[in-house]
């Protein structure tokens, strides 16, 4: 039985592992005013930047239509027996949903990963460690990938709110309060649904480094597999990497987040991600 491993572009994955593990990806469309470009295809980070500062105007995701999910579904049949897809979030877009109806009467097992970004590559490992082993169904490992979605700790520290209140995802008095003070949120990803867990105040890289000590410090690490993931370039993330090695963490990687997340946070975001014990 061929097990294909699909995801959506919200998945921040190097590419090294994606190529390791044969992964399939569905894009997000991003708008930029009329203009529709392919995440991951032919559009950057650096473009999404460059276009806020230029009109003041965000960038726009589109969800991902069942009719897309079908006609690619059907392209990865025509050489896998059956499809695994694990999705961002429910709750955070239509997609998973619309994911849902285009493989309705396929061989595709749907997974809602409840979380977002390198959350997911999280979850996407795993898959792959249970498709090499082979002795589960499809089904029995997507059951299994769904009872592990609470054990993926994603958190990111935002620089500015600019992006989350041009996105209706915070209000004014929070973004100026957040200019005159200096506060950068931890947002957490828990139960499919993000959140403000804390509040830093000062210097980003100070309060990066310390948001990386109190999430450290929160969880119970498995150690195996950790993603440092920022939106844009930030030299701080070398020194964040070497502090999960110095932890324990037998695998450490570095990694640009793609369009789709990036146009929702802004530059200066970055997390870190990782699976909890059981």
Known sequence: MK???SVDSACDMPQELKLKYNIFTMPYYVILGE????????????DLYEYVERTGNL???AAISADKFRAYFNNILK?????????????????GINAIAGGEGLNVHIVDSKSLSSGIALLV??????????????????DKLRGMT?????SFLIDTLKYLYKGGRCSSIALISAKILKIKPKILVKDGKMEVAKKYMGNINNCLIK???????MNNPEKTVAFCTHSSKMDISEQICKKLREYGFEKVYDVDAGSTISSHCGPGTLGILFMNKE
């Open 150 to 154: 609470g054990r993926v700790q994603a």
């Open 211 to 217: 948001y990386v000590e109190d999430t450290l410090a």
């Open 35 to 46: 203009k529709e470009y392919i995440d991951g295809v032919n559009i950057t980070t650096n």
């Open 59 to 61: 960038p726009k995701t």
């Open 125 to 142: 490992i795993k898959c792959a460690e249970m498709v090499k082993e082979g002795s589960l169904s499809a089904s029995e490992i997507a």
């Open 79 to 95: 050489e896998y027996d059956e499809v695994i897809h694990i999705t961002l979030s429910h709750q955070m877009t239509s997609s």
């Open 3 to 5: 097990i294909a491993i």
